[in-house]
């Protein structure tokens, strides 16, 4: 795992999601202090950040991230995002290369894991997107630790 201590980093992330108000910029607050905190404990990555579910729910919009200038819309039969958020599924993609439909937004970037952001009703509100320039940068845990992750702002951010 390429991250300082997965505790640390959940126990941090759950102090800096508290005191939502309902309103959306303070979704946008939290969420912008979220990536600034995953880009500070992950490891060897060139961007992290979200996707946000667009109200007619057939694209995802960016949202608060880290890294470079990236695509604002994406379509859900597209790219990786578009795979997390449509099969409700974390996808982890080792050689970016070798996808079907990846979007670059970054040349640089070689592999990548998506989490999306799933309600207690069962509907995504968009995805967490990290993206390595290292091939088979992301593991198992790191997939782990993302969805304990994406569970807790899901939580806090959409309760
Ligand atoms: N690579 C993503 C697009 C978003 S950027 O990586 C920031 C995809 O294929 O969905």
């Known amino acids: 795992m390429h991250v300082g201590t997965g505790s640390s980093f959940l126990e941090q992330l759950s102090a800096i999601t508290e005191g939502w108000d309902g309103s959306i910029e303070r979704r946008y607050c939290h ?8 880009n500070q ?28 200038v990236a695509c604002t819309d994406i ?17 982890r993609v080792d050689d970016v290369h070798t996808f079907p439909g990846h979007i ?11 989490v999306p952001l799933i309600n207690k009703n069962g509907d995504v509100l968009g995805v967490l997107d990290v ?12 997939q782990h630790l ?12 959409w309760t």
């Open 31 to 38: 969420l912008s202090n979220v990536s600034a905190l995953l």
């Open 41 to 68: 404990y992950l490891e060897k990555i060139n961007w992290v950040g979200f996707y946000l579910m667009r109200e007619d729910r057939t694209a995802l919009v960016l949202g608060p991230f880290q890294g470079k």
């Open 75 to 91: 379509s859900l039969d597209r790219g990786v995002c578009g795979l997390a958020a449509r099969s409700k599924q974390s996808v």
């Open 104 to 114: 670059a937004c970054d040349s640089a970037s070689r592999s990548e894991l998506v």
């Open 131 to 142: 993206d390595s320039a290292q091939r088979g940068r992301f593991a198992e845990d790191d």
């Open 146 to 157: 993302l969805e304990r992750a994406a569970k807790i702002i899901s939580q806090a951010l």
